[in-house]
């Protein structure tokens, strides 16, 4: 199997280059990647619990989906692609935010990301892949946010920088 490539890029998202995903974490490399929140009508986000053996952040509370662009896909492609290899299902997105941030994880490797923000709309139960995802649940953004101040150590780096500090990008309301 060929080891996933990422796409490296300049602190304005323009393609640097492409390297493989293990090998731009362990540079702690700037790559592009994506943040998928999905949102319920009661306004409730479905949250992913990542499976115990990932590489990283296995087992930790995140957004609904997350991952990196394949070379020549657009951000919401990639979004929709891998909400679906990873939660079951497809929906509309729309793009809110994107941002930079940088984390370094005790196994010795770092995110490095890009990352691009989007939203979309679910009313159903995913059918998760349990190679990619250990549970799943829908919570109110204030009870993510309650829970995050009391017990932080239980969600994924990116997530509590987004949550942080795009808060108003994702705490939107579906007209």
Not at 133 to 156: G, I, N, Q, R
Request: charged share 30%.
């Amino acid at each position: 199997m060929v080891e996933e490539q990422v796409i490296l890029v300049d602190e304005n998202d323009n393609k640097i280059g492409l390297m493989p995903k293990m090998e731009a974490h362990e540079k702690a490399l700037l790559h592009r990647a994506f943040s998928v929140f999905v949102f319920n009508d009661n306004n409730e986000l479905m949250l992913q619990q990542r499976a115990l053996h990932k590489y990283h952040s296995p087992g930790l509370w995140t957004n609904t989906c997350c991952s990196h662009q394949r070379d020549g896909e657009s951000n919401l492609d990639a979004g929709k692609r891998r909400l679906q290899e990873e939660m079951g299902f497809v929906t509309e997105l729309e793009e809110t935010t994107s941002f930079i941030y940088k984390a370094p994880f005790d196994n010795g490797l770092t995110e490095h990301e890009y990352d691009h923000v989007m939203i979309g709309y679910y009313n159903d139960a995913p059918q998760i892949n349990e190679d990619e995802v250990a549970d799943w649940k829908w919570m109110s953004l204030e009870d993510v946010k309650v829970d995050m101040a009391l017990h932080s150590e239980k969600y994924t780096a990116w997530f509590k920088i987004i949550f942080d500090k795009f808060y108003e990008f994702i705490n939107v309301k579906k007209s």
